[in-house]
Every structure is written in structure tokens, then in C-alpha cells.
């Protein structure tokens, strides 16, 4: 895939914050999704605990049968510190390196993260979703911010995630028994194709497919990687 840049990444932690705050007012939380959907990818991101190398790996399916088509790594170190709201600055260039050596480029992206669930609405999701101009979605195992009533056991259960007064995300009952995942916007995409999407991409998992076999390629590299010196 070929994108233009969007933004330098050699910022302090106080530039990057600003940097969302500018970000997150370009935005859109709306379907631009398009008529038919034919791809949909899956993202995700693994570390050692406590390490510098990143795994990022992207995994591209078949809508709605769910088949693989594509996929990409990439691997790197991160300089950017571990800070809670801002884990974008540290995952998001290896990402992109993945997506630029992508095959076959997605309409629609879910993102192992947040999308507009954040505290600054710039998650994850929201960001790639910048970079690309592609529709994207967050589905994240767990909350950043937000509050929220427990929704119900069964798959497709479903109830509001509300920062104050603003509806953020959804949280949603993907596999029966199981915990929720926290849906949100990420770009170009609205809470109810949000949702349904992600609905239509779970199978048999918790996790969508998409980001389900993101998560396994990420790791497979890891493992298959040595630990430098320096980095154990």
C-alpha cells in the first residue's frame, strides 16, 4: 500500500498529546464505508514484556467468508516511552511498515486498540485510520476510559460506552459466555457498522478473525526472532 505521511514521529510525550488533540478533530465518525465490502484486515502488535522490538503483522481475509488473502510484518525497535493514551506513538510506525508491504489493500481495518474510546478520542484505530484513509475500527480487550452497564452474556448483547455525555464505543458480547470486547470508531466508520462488522467477523473466537490471526502472526515472528544482547 502506498499512503502519504502524515506526521513526523520524533516528538516528546507533551508534543505527541498536542498532536492528538489536532488530530482527533479530523476524525470522522460516519459509514464511508463502501456499498460492498470484499476485504477486511486484522491488526496487531506484540512485545517481549519490557523489551524494544516490535512485531507488527497485518493479515488482509475475504468478506464475508473470512478466507486469507494477505498478509505482512514488520519488526523494529521503539524509543517512544510506555505512557497510558498514547501506546500509538510506539506501535503505529511499525504498523504502517507492515501496510506498506501489503499486496492487497483492505476497505475496512479492525485494530487490535482503541478507536475514538480514549481519553483524547485518538486511539489507535483512529490514527491509523488517519494515515491510511481507510475505514477503521477498534475492538479492544480492554477499557481505556468510559463507563459503562454490563451488557447481557449472549453474542450480539450489547450496551453504551459513555465518557460523560458522549457515546464512545460499544461494548459488545461477541462470543457467548465470554467477556466483551470494547468496540469503537476508529475512522470513516459509525458506531452501528462499527458493530456490525465485527459482529459478522466473529466466528468462533472472541477476537474478530481478522485480528485473531493478526495476534498468531505477531507472535510467530517474535518467537521466531533471537533477543538481541542488549535487548535481554
Known amino acids: 500500500m502506498d499512503f502519504p505521511a502524515l506526521h513526523a514521529w520524533d516528538?516528546?510525550?507533551?508534543?505527541?498529546?498536542?498532536?492528538?488533540?489536532?488530530?482527533?478533530?479530523?476524525?470522522v465518525v460516519a459509514d464511508r464505508l463502501p456499498a460492498r465490502i470484499n476485504r477486511v484486515a486484522g491488526v496487531d502488535v506484540s512485545y517481549e514484556k519490557h523489551g524494544r522490538i516490535f512485531f507488527?503483522?497485518?493479515?488482509?481475509?475475504?468478506?464475508?467468508?473470512?478466507?486469507p488473502l494477505a498478509e505482512a510484518t514488520a519488526r523494529g525497535h521503539s524509543e517512544f516511552p510506555y505512557i497510558p493514551g498514547l501506546l500509538s506513538f510506539r506501535e503505529l510506525p511499525l504498523v504502517l511498515q507492515a501496510f506498506q508491504r501489503l499486496a492487497q489493500a483492505p476497505e475496512v481495518i479492525l485494530v487490535d486498540g482503541q478507536g475514538i474510546a480514549h481519553p483524547r478520542r485518538l486511539g489507535l484505530a483512529s490514527h491509523l485510520g488517519l494515515w491510511l484513509g481507510v475505514p477503521t475500527v477498534g475492538c479492544a480487550k480492554s477499557r481505556l476510559c468510559g463507563e459503562h452497564v454490563a451488557p447481557?452474556?449472549?453474542k450480539g448483547a450489547a450496551t453504551p460506552l459513555r465518557d460523560g455525555e458522549d457515546v464512545i464505543g460499544t461494548v459488545l458480547t461477541t462470543r457467548t459466555g465470554t467477556k466483551?470486547?470494547?468496540?469503537?470508531?476508529?475512522?470513516?466508520?459509525?458506531?452501528?457498522?462499527?458493530?456490525?462488522?465485527?459482529?459478522?467477523?466473529?466466528?468462533r473466537f472472541r477476537q474478530p478473525e481478522p485480528t485473531r490471526r493478526a495476534h498468531h502472526l505477531s507472535n510467530q515472528l517474535r518467537r521466531s526472532t533471537p533477543t538481541p544482547p542488549e535487548d535481554r
Open 180 to 203: 466483551p470486547l470494547y468496540v469503537s470508531p476508529g475512522h470513516l466508520v459509525d458506531q452501528r457498522r462499527a458493530v456490525e462488522i465485527t459482529l459478522a467477523c466473529c466466528r
Open 11 to 27: 516528538l516528546s510525550p507533551r508534543e505527541a498529546v498536542a498532536l492528538q488533540r489536532r488530530l482527533a478533530a479530523q476524525v
Open 152 to 154: 447481557g452474556t449472549e
Open 56 to 67: 507488527a503483522a497485518v493479515s488482509v481475509l475475504s468478506f464475508p467468508d473470512l478466507e
